[in-house]
């Protein structure tokens, strides 16, 4: 009897000691990477304290003392409409996520839950779409933007996003691997129709998936420069890209790289904001939704 | 037509390989509703993304290039352009170029980010502040690639902070990582890496989370370790997201164009040995707009593509098999 | 409801035709130039062209000014549509309305637009620019104060002038006083412009100044452009197939290598870092190829040391650099303006170029703000204005006589549409022979690999 609770006791010990030595190797790696996560905004904040002959001549741990000049500047440019094109670019990112994670969503709903003829073939077909490289499409497409006269409106950089291939096949891979069937069939005897089983059933439990490309599609959005660049026209319809990249051409006696810094800082908040709010979400949508296999 | 629909044997997952027990049919077809909630996807497809797509593989067959504003053809040239981009571009030395970067970075990033996801599920370690440390890891993702480009060549250029500790510490007495051709690769892979891995933990996660937690335990008490737990119940179960992952990085990987851009300011040196498959798309379709050349190249990329996924989605249910092997031994 | 689907499919199919068919038919108006239109459309990359024309172009009405638009006294509107030039952004916009100006009506067309010197040719062997002497109007007379080289890169093979500006853009060699002074014992600048005045005697100064322990160039594009201004022939023969390897470029290639293995130069690349800190009190360089808006702006902001306290002497190398002709005249820069065929603009066009390309005294104010110096276009103005100039920065030194004496030796009768590429592409592939990495005929075959990609019509001489 003793031996075994020695035994017994010497493992749990030897647990402990495991257990801790892993806690203290995982945290050691969390915070080397996290340090190296916060490293660009480190330089990006460093930078906008700076003035442009400081940054274009390298590099700086420590803070500048122009954050002041450099922001006063970047307010008083009134080439710049700096609150219209976050308003723009908020719009415009938030729409196409919210417009590519629902359709995306219907879409995986179709492949997954419904048995028809072509759904197999279907399902190929646009993890085949998916392979295509976007540059390939983009002159062709560019070129039909103008002929509809389409160019400097926000249809052509929101529309698209109905189908999209990936964000589809991320959220059918979540439902395949989580949506028990037995739970459609439960509400079918309910009488529910097809369309509020989606809406009211399915879409909540993907909320996990969801979210997560809400957030990868918003950030995608709002980084975009390609596509924006060529259709928008008015100097009130550009996005933060447009803008940031502007500065970046601009003419050598008003070239200020301490603005563009500053600009691109004050950029990255909303999308800050944004994905702090979606990732409580995330992690509170999946505490609730359990999942039975 | 196409809306025959046989109703006798309906099973809704295709995994799902266990009999459905439920024998009652039912009298009306619930297909049509497949059809009908994969209209939108179908329309915009054809109108944004098909339309566009089949000008550029009808003109790959073409020669289709501007000098200055004017244009020369669309005439009829058969295959002229795939051989001239098989044969007399470097396309397939780009190509190489790009699996080397997106592989450089992704082995590493994969092993992060499964680790990760295990490190921030696993019961027993319990870690603390996962919330924190989920939250900063996708932030570098939030940053233009051409923000991240140009941070990283400050950090790295030859009178930069990484160069003052080298020569410090008498590593070397000048540092050029333009002059090394892995070195500019790494750089480039790692910044692919910083910025995307975050992306590929959340996936992942996302994947863990929804692994039913007794499971895990019914493990433990089994007296199965960490290794053994990872390897026989998260992975298999894993599978599609783990999928995924790989298949939209191999995707981005091959497309990888804004980071080397950016830092090797267009050029792809040393000696063309960064240069991507889609820098070299773009600067086809640029200046002169050559159709012709591009739809061939864009046409091959599509293929290879395919191959490319059809490997690496044999390689990971391959795994599968071999686990139920050696499931059933134990 | 099983057969009502394909009945739907049909529907949102012929729905989609017909808006096709609809939308694609666009009357297409006449391409004449005509005046009368109330809103001119501008293209451009920066706001350049926009400060300018806001501050010196008489009828604008400044309270109406905006983001992007501007309002003259009689009404007419002025729209801006700004592209930047990451990825030839730029270009492609440009060109994309361009072709499709005929099918859109009037007052939706582009009026005018900005082009640089390098993609010049493009535009201006197009139809799309406007005769500036016979559409829009300016006549000889007008122009006749213009830098002969500013009206050479716009002319057409027929001879025809297709844009115009207001810039000219003279480089000279601005060098480090004070190493002057202590390698040869004077800053004057013509006795440094003895030491400098052809290549063969550039290259002895540059030994002499290693052996001081000075460089004489930053890196390996900063006298590129020196060469490629007074090329020998285009860079593409008139047959517009064969690349021509020109003496002139064979000339900087073997120069540049040269320096690099005996260290003359800092290896740097044009704007990187230690190009930008050389111009600075640490650095080493003796001399920098310099234009117009790059010394009044670029060199003088780096060559301070404390960008807080005010730009006179004592502060860095304000006072310390000054600037002669060099071996050979260049420039580098400039902006030219074209009017846009099918415009409904043209009078006021002809006006605003008249205003801000040939009028003297706008263009001499342009010159006089101490905010913006361009060096403009109008050699009546410049001269005017170089009677008794004293630069501050460059220590009391009379620039803008240099820049009139050197503007008028530019000679650019060798430019082609593909300059562009072609420079590019040539610094890119040898800076990787420079280094050591890659032997000088590898070298060419990137350079040939890429032009190709760039030019698919171009082929290496036989």
């Given at each position: 009897m003793e031996n075994i609770k020695n035994i017994q006791s010497a493992k749990i010990k030897n647990g402990k000691a495991s257990l801790f030595a892993g806690r203290f190797i995982s945290y050691f790696f969390l915070v080397l990477l996290v340090l190296l996560c916060i490293l660009p905004f480190y330089i990006l904040i460093i930078n906008c304290t700076r003035s442009n002959a400081e940054i274009q001549k390298g590099f700086s741990f420590v803070f500048g003392n122009q954050f002041i000049t450099n922001w006063k500047s970047l307010r008083s440019d009134d080439q710049l409409p700096i609150i219209k094109a976050i308003r723009n670019s908020l719009f415009i990112s938030g729409a196409t996520a919210i417009i590519t994670t629902y359709f995306s969503s219907m879409t995986a709903h179709a492949i997954n839950t419904y048995r028809f003829k072509f759904r197999k073939a279907a399902y190929i077909f646009i993890l085949i779409i998916?392979?295509?490289?976007?540059q390939v499409s983009s002159s062709g497409f560019i070129r039909y933007v103008f002929k509809f006269n389409l160019e400097n409106t926000y249809y052509p950089l929101i529309l698209p996003a109905i189908a999209s291939p990936v964000v589809f096949f991320f959220i059918k891979q979540y439902m395949e691997s989580v949506l028990p069937h037995d739970l459609i069939e439960a509400a079918r005897i309910d009488g529910a129709s097809e369309f509020r089983t989606f809406h009211q059933m399915v879409l909540p439990i993907i909320m996990p998936a969801i979210a997560v490309q809400l957030i990868f599609a918003f950030v995608s959005s709002w980084n975009n420069f390609y596509m924006p660049s060529l259709i928008i026209e008015t100097a009130t319809k550009r996005t933060i890209p447009l803008l940031i990249n502007e500065l970046r051409s601009g003419s050598p006696e008003t070239f200020d790289l301490g603005k563009v810094y500053m600009l691109m800082t004050f950029a990255i908040v909303p999308i800050l904001a944004v994905y702090l709010v979606l990732s409580r979400f995330i992690i509170r949508g999946v505490t609730l939704g359990s999942v039975k296999g | 037509m196409i809306l025959e629909i046989e109703n006798k044997n309906k099973t809704f997952l295709d995994a799902d390989k266990t009999v459905d027990n439920k024998k009652k049919r039912k009298h009306f077809s619930y297909s049509k509703w497949g059809y009908l909630f994969l209209i939108p996807f179908f329309v915009a497809f054809f109108l944004f993304t098909f339309l566009p797509l089949i000008s550029t593989f009808y003109y790959s067959f073409f020669e289709y290039y501007s000098v200055g504003l004017d244009e020369v053809g669309p005439n009829f040239v058969k295959f002229e352009n795939y051989k001239q981009v098989i044969f007399e571009s470097q396309f397939f030395k780009y190509l190489g170029n790009t699996i080397i970067i997106w592989l450089l970075g992704f082995i590493p990033q994969i092993i992060i980010s499964l680790l990760l996801a295990v490190l921030f599920t696993d019961t027993r370690l319990k870690l603390k502040f996962t919330g924190f440390f989920k939250s900063i890891i996708y932030m570098p993702n939030l940053v233009m690639a051409s923000a991240f480009g140009m941070l990283f060549l400050t950090i790295f250029s030859t009178s930069g902070p990484i160069a003052n500790i080298l020569i410090r510490l008498n590593i070397t007495k000048h540092f050029d990582y333009s002059t090394s051709i892995w070195m500019t690769r790494g750089l480039i892979a790692s910044m692919n890496l910083l910025m995307w891995f975050g992306n590929t933990t959340i996936l992942l996660m996302a994947g863990v989370m929804g692994i039913d937690i007794s499971l895990f335990e019914a493990a433990r008490i089994d007296g199965a370790n960490s290794w053994k737990i990872f390897f026989k119940i998260t992975m298999p179960l894993l599978r599609p997201i783990f999928l995924f992952v790989l298949l939209t990085s191999m995707i981005g990987g091959i497309q990888l164009f804004d980071i080397p851009q950016v830092f090797t300011r267009g050029m792809g040196n040393p000696n063309l040995t960064s240069k991507t498959v889609i820098m070299y798309l773009a600067q086809v379709l640029g200046t002169s707009k050559n159709y012709g050349a591009a739809g061939a190249a864009s046409v091959m990329l599509f293929f290879i593509t395919v191959v490319l996924s059809l490997v690496l989605f044999v390689f990971t249910y391959k795994k599968d098999i071999s686990t139920k092997h050696k499931g059933r031994k134990a | 409801m099983k057969k009502r689907l394909p009945v739907l499919l049909l529907a949102l199919v012929m729905v989609f035709s017909i808006s096709i068919a609809a939308f694609g038919c666009d009357k297409v108006e006449s391409m004449d130039a005509v005046s009368g239109g109330k809103v001119l459309r501008i293209r451009c990359w920066n706001d350049e062209f926009q400060s300018r024309f806001r501050s010196?172009?008489?009828?604008?009405?400044?309270?109406?000014?905006?983001e992007g638009v501007d309002y003259l006294t009689d009404g007419t509107k002025i729209e801006w549509v700004i592209v930047a030039n990451q990825n030839n952004a730029y270009q492609i916009a440009l060109d994309t309305a361009l072709k499709a100006q005929d099918e859109k009506k009037r007052e939706d067309r582009v009026d005018m637009f900005l082009i640089e010197a390098d993609y010049a040719s493009k535009y201006v062997d197009s139809e799309y620019s406007l005769d500036i002497k016979k559409d829009v109007g300016l006549t000889d007379n007008l122009l006749k104060d213009q830098y002969e080289y500013t009206q050479t890169i716009v002319t057409d093979k027929n001879n025809k002038l297709k844009a115009t500006s207001w810039q000219a853009a003279p480089g000279l060699y601005a060098y480090r006083r004070d190493i002057a002074k202590e390698v040869f014992e004077t800053d004057d600048p013509d006795v440094i412009q003895e030491k400098v005045s052809d290549w063969v005697k550039f290259e002895e100064t540059a030994a002499t100044m290693k052996e001081n322990?000075?460089?004489?160039?930053?890196?390996?594009?900063?006298s590129f452009r020196v060469f490629s201004n007074n090329m020998t022939g285009k860079w593409v023969k008139d047959d517009n197939k064969t690349i021509n390897e020109d003496a002139a470029i064979n000339n900087w290639i073997k120069q540049t290598k040269d320096f690099s293995e005996k260290g003359y130069n800092n290896g740097t690349t044009l704007w990187d870092e230690n190009w930008q800190k050389g111009q600075g009190p640490e650095g080493k360089v003796f001399g920098y190829f310099y234009s117009t808006w790059g010394i009044n702006f670029t060199l003088l902001g780096n060559s301070l040391a404390d960008k807080n306290k005010p730009e006179e002497e004592g502060n860095g190398l304000y006072g310390k650099w000054a600037v002669c002709p060099g071996p050979q005249a260049y420039y580098w820069g400039g902006t030219w303006l074209c009017a846009a065929a099918g415009t409904d603009n043209v009078t006021l066009i002809r006006d605003i170029m008249y205003h801000l390309t040939c009028n003297k005294d706008t263009m001499k104010a342009i010159t006089a703000d101490v905010k913006i110096q361009d060096f403009t276009n109008n050699k009546a103005a410049m001269a005017e204005l170089a009677v008794g100039y004293e630069s501050a920065f460059l220590g009391g030194q009379n620039h803008i006589q240099m820049f009139l004496e050197a503007a008028d030796k530019i000679d650019m009768s060798n430019i082609s549409p593909y300059d562009q590429g072609c420079n590019e592409k040539i610094q890119g592939a040898m800076a990787d022979y420079f280094k050591g990495t890659i032997s000088l005929d590898k070298a060419w075959a990137n350079f040939y690999t890429n032009i190709k990609e760039t030019y698919p019509q171009l082929q290496k001489a036989s």
């Open positions: 998916m392979m295509i490289p976007p | - | 010196f172009y008489p009828d604008v009405n400044s309270e109406k000014s905006g322990g000075y460089y004489m160039l930053s890196g390996f594009d900063d």
